[in-house]
Structures are given as structure tokens and as C-alpha cells.
Nanobody, 121 residues
């Protein structure tokens, strides 16, 4: 399984970005898909996931970010609105080990290479 994330870039505060993550492999629909991020000097943190039971968001992004998936295209998206400087990080997509993977990184078994999002003030 390979995950290819794209869509990052440099934007000003208040702008929007839409990240994409294309997955190889079969049975994409059977697995949860998540987004995590890691800012310089900080640990990787959960952003959002979509699994069989719905969507889960970190409190810091609720109301601003939306995760979605297109099973026909083996792709998961992260629409990011009202970006803030504190959203600056490398964003990683990940495939869950199961259909119910949640916010814990240990419940994901494949990771993409990351895409850098930089939000200037």
C-alpha cells in the first residue's frame, strides 16, 4: 500500500487549502483513513479520520476542517478553511489497520510521505 499526499503550500491566515491523498492497493473502502500533522519540534498529532462509523475531528480543527473520501478514486481529502498560523505543519495521511481506526496513531498501519502546509500571519 502506498499513500501519496498532495495539496500543501504557503498561504496567508484565513485562506483555504484542500489536501488529497491517493492510495494504492485494494479494498480501500474497508479501511479508515486519517490525517495527522507534525509541526517543527512537536509530536505528531491527530487531525481527522473517517471510518465506517463516521468522522472524528481534533478539537483544534472542528468547524474549520472537513475530511471526506471518494472510494471510487481511492482518495481521501482534507478541506481546510480559515487556516491559522498554528496549523503550520507537515500533514500526513494514513490508512487505518481496520475499518474503525480512530485518533490514535497506533491504529494506522500505512503512512504517506507528508505534505507541508505553511500559514503566514
Amino acid at each position: 500500500v502506498q499513500l501519496q499526499a498532495s495539496g500543501g503550500g504557503l498561504v496567508q491566515a484565513g485562506a483555504s487549502l484542500n489536501l488529497s491523498c491517493a492510495a494504492s492497493g485494494r479494498a480501500f473502502r474497508n479501511y479508515a483513513m486519517g490525517w495527522f500533522r507534525q509541526a517543527p519540534g512537536r509530536e505528531r498529532e491527530f487531525v481527522a479520520t473517517v471510518n465506517w462509523y463516521g468522522k472524528i475531528y481534533a478539537d483544534s480543527v472542528k468547524g474549520r476542517f472537513t475530511i471526506s473520501r471518494d472510494n471510487a478514486k481511492n482518495t481521501v481529502y482534507l478541506q481546510m478553511n480559515s487556516l491559522k498560523p498554528e496549523d503550520t505543519a507537515v500533514y500526513y495521511c494514513a490508512r487505518g489497520a481496520t475499518h474503525y481506526s480512530n485518533s490514535q496513531p497506533r491504529t494506522y498501519d500505512y503512512w504517506g510521505q507528508g505534505t507541508l502546509v505553511t500559514v503566514s500571519s
